[in-house]
């Protein structure tokens, strides 16, 4: 059972800000927010994950509500290369990565 | 350069022919697994290993074997067993098995069965 919803798609013009909401509204407490992308025919590449706490590293910032209920994945200027299917993962204790189909993020020239 | 290669990119075989899938870490990481991923699907787990000379049947082991003889590699088997093998396969390795453990992916397999 999924425990994540996104959209199924988004477009993002090059240069402004992708912002890719998560829903998660039965995350339990001891649960990470974990983000991947997979550009067509590659290996899902990590981004980044979190707990509870906003995170930024070189690649994008997670935004997690106050409740953890859903978060949001911002790449601060798209650019083409950021064109791939985002997923967004819940992960607890000892459970396997779960994907889902993500979001397919279309970054517009 | 560490990381987790997987060769060969494309993979060919005819109908009823096992076929070994390579993937190899430099990570030094104790956890691998194997995936498979459909035409717009996500991915999903065949087998995980936690650590040397063990591993686990993951959501959709069947038709697949695998071995974890040394730290660094994790083969997977597709057999003629497996109904339809022809999928992409991803490797992954972490640190650990803990939900704080990051999995790092291989670039992939595709397999067509002809």
């Known amino acids: 059972d999924a425990k994540t919803t996104q959209p199924t798609s988004m477009d993002c013009a090059e240069g402004r800000a992708a912002n890719l909401p998560c829903n998660h509204s039965?995350?339990?407490?001891?649960?990470?927010v974990y983000w991947y992308r997979q550009i067509h025919s590659q290996g899902p590449q990590y981004i980044i994950h979190?707990?509870?706490n906003n995170e930024t590293n070189e690649m994008a910032s997670l935004i997690i509500t106050e409740d953890r209920k859903s978060s949001t994945l911002i790449l601060p200027h798209a650019t083409l290369r950021d064109t791939a299917v985002y997923y967004c993962?819940?992960?607890?204790?000892?459970?396997?990565?779960?994907f889902g189909t993500g979001t397919r993020l279309t970054i517009i020239p | 350069d560490g990381g987790i290669t997987q060769s060969p990119k494309y993979l060919f075989r005819k109908e009823g022919q096992n076929v070994t899938l390579s993937c190899e870490q430099n990570?030094?990481?104790?956890?691998m697994y194997w995936y498979r991923q459909d035409p717009g699907q996500g991915l999903r787990l065949i087998y995980y290993?936690?650590?040397?000379?063990?591993?686990q049947k993951g959501d959709i082991a069947e038709g697949y074997s695998v071995s974890r003889e040394k730290k660094e590699s994790f083969p997977l088997t597709v057999t003629s067993a497996q109904k339809n093998p022809t999928a992409f396969y991803l490797c992954?390795?972490?640190?650990?098995?803990?939900?704080?453990?990051?999995?790092?992916f291989g670039p992939g397999t595709r397999l067509t069965v002809l």
């Open positions: 992954a390795s972490s640190q650990g098995w803990l939900r704080t453990d990051t999995q790092y």
């Open positions: 039965t995350i339990s407490g001891n649960e990470y």
């Open positions: 979190g707990l509870k």
């Open positions: 993962i819940v992960r607890g204790g000892n459970e396997k990565l779960t």
């Open positions: 990570l030094n990481h104790d956890a």
């Open positions: 290993s936690q650590i040397v000379n063990d591993f």
